[in-house]
């Protein structure tokens, strides 16, 4: 990870050194999507993935030979289903269960546009997120009967630290600028302390991948 943001970090230094200043001018954006996540972990439950909305806003620096730096604030909501055996009241249930883990989310971008003579205009980016939890819960619901038990998720940790990779395309209209884009993220540090009881398929999974489908206006 240390490589990565040493990497990073060097790319912004060649940036601002090699960059004519008279182009250079700051941006800033809103966005809104859908997130794909799933949690992985160490045990044998089968996980399948959560879907759930996502948005925010983001302000950047365009260096105008196409490459830009921007920083970016998303509420984003990861998680997982998993069909486990649990035991509750000191009965053992089987189930549903829902991992929701709730973030503000901060990447930094680097980010390469391709100024085209038309209004398409595609673009590549990558960068580095810090992300705070704000909320961690575990649901469950039993397939025999509907009531659901809700509770706080202890193995959650309060920070993390994301890697993403992504592409897409702005589209020129009426002097805005729209977007449309789509990334890869995945957790380069574990979002959840891996429960020591190996018995214990609900508590397992630790780290997050992802895809994230963002629709944005740029001004």
């Known amino acids: 990870m240390r490589f990565v943001l040493f990497a990073f970090l060097l790319s912004l230094l060649l940036l601002f050194t090699s960059s004519e200043a008279a182009a250079q001018r700051y941006i800033a954006g809103m966005?809104?999507?859908?997130?794909?996540?799933?949690?992985?972990?160490?045990?044998?439950?089968?996980?399948d993935p959560s879907s759930t909305l996502a948005g925010g806003g983001a302000f950047g620096f365009d260096f105008g030979n196409g490459l830009i730096v921007q920083a970016e604030i998303l509420y984003l909501r990861k998680g997982a289903y998993?069909?486990?055996r649990a035991v509750i009241d000191g009965e053992e249930l089987l189930g549903r269960a829902r991992f929701d883990l709730t973030y503000l989310e901060v990447p930094l971008l680097l980010k390469y546009?391709?100024?085209?003579?038309g209004r398409i205009h595609p673009m590549i980016f990558a960068g580095p997120a810090v992300a705070a939890n704000v909320d961690a819960r575990i649901r469950f619901t039993p397939n025999a009967g509907s009531q659901e038990f809700d509770e706080g998720d202890d193995e959650a940790?309060?920070?993390?630290?994301?890697?993403?990779?992504?592409?897409?395309?702005?589209?020129?209209?009426?002097?805005?600028?729209?977007?449309?884009?789509?990334?890869?993220?995945?957790?380069l540090t574990n979002a959840r302390d891996p429960d020591p009881d190996p018995t214990s398929a609900v508590e397992e999974p630790s780290r997050i991948n992802g895809v994230v489908v963002f629709l944005g206006l740029n001004f």
């Open 113 to 117: 546009r391709l100024e085209t003579s």
């Open 31 to 47: 966005k809104i999507g859908v997130a794909v996540t799933r949690l992985s972990g160490g045990n044998a439950t089968s996980l």
């Open 157 to 187: 940790k309060g920070i993390t630290f994301d890697g993403m990779i992504g592409a897409g395309f702005e589209y020129e209209v009426s002097g805005e600028r729209l977007s449309l884009g789509a990334r890869y993220m995945t957790s």
């Open 82 to 84: 998993a069909d486990v």
